[in-house]
């Protein structure tokens, strides 16, 4: 799943790319059509925003939103360049004078106006962005304080508590923190939570700017620890059973 470093990122391409332009719209794919993309044709991109796992492309009057999910991606490519996936798959084009801009797949993709997006029901319960430039590791930590019985792994990826982070980040901001995922957030201090937080904050952080992303623990089960050696373990974590690495000597609770 795309979490809130590929979003900023993409957001920032996409502005450097087509801030600015009135933009051709289209939409080869079916789904982008059912979406009303095409309302948006001729008109000019004001902005790129990312809310965590979410990208808002606003322009005049409406905005288009779009969440990734596990399969989906933008694309940016030089106009008239060729892509790495099929034409027909896209959901969206946004043409500008010299680049543009693709959204392949995802569970969501829908055209919103401006003046709704204070009161839409998705976007209104998102808790605080992991990368807001005014990111405060105390305020988030206060938002993760509402949740005490869950553990830490699980209560991380709620994108009401705290938007953007996800599965990688979830675990390797635990072990950058030396935490245990599995410790309910009661247990631990406002110093432990305010450290995990602040290692998401810049491990994401930095993930924005190199384009790739940590593999400290994440996918290494069985794999000896880069700190310690102890193997890599894994087990799915919460409702969703989302797998969770970490080292049980290094992150002992």
Not at 169 to 194: G, I, M, T, Y
């Amino acid at each position: 799943m795309a979490e809130g470093d590929t979003i900023h990122r993409a957001a920032r391409r996409i502005g450097a790319a087509l801030g600015g332009q009135e933009v051709a719209v289209a939409a080869p794919s079916p789904r982008g059509r059912v979406a009303g993309v095409e309302r948006l044709d001729g008109r000019r991109l004001v902005t790129a925003e990312a809310r965590g796992k979410n990208l808002l492309l606003h322009f005049d009057e409406l905005v288009l939103h779009s969440h990734l999910g596990m399969s989906g991606s933008w694309h940016v490519y030089r106009r008239g360049g060729s892509w790495r996936k099929p034409a027909g798959a896209a959901w969206a084009v946004l043409r500008g004078d010299e680049a543009e801009a693709v959204q392949f797949g995802g569970p969501t993709l829908r055209v919103l106006r401006a003046e709704s997006l204070r009161r839409d029901p998705v976007l209104a319960r998102l808790g605080p962005d992991v990368l807001d430039e005014d990111f405060d590791a105390e305020t988030v930590a206060r938002s993760l304080r509402a949740a005490p019985d869950r553990t830490l792994g699980d209560a991380l990826l709620d994108q009401a508590l705290v938007a953007g982070i996800g599965n990688i980040f979830k675990s390797e901001a635990c072990f950058a923190a030396r935490l245990d995922p599995w410790q309910p957030v009661a247990d631990l201090s406002d110093e432990e939570l305010r450290r995990v937080l602040q290692a998401a904050h810049d491990l994401m952080g930095e993930a924005v700017e190199v384009g790739r992303q940590p593999r400290t623990v994440y996918r290494r089960a069985g794999q000896p620890c880069p700190a310690c050696g102890t193997p890599i373990s894994s087990r799915g974590q919460g409702d969703a059973n989302r797998t969770t690495y970490w080292c049980q000597r290094c992150q002992a609770g």
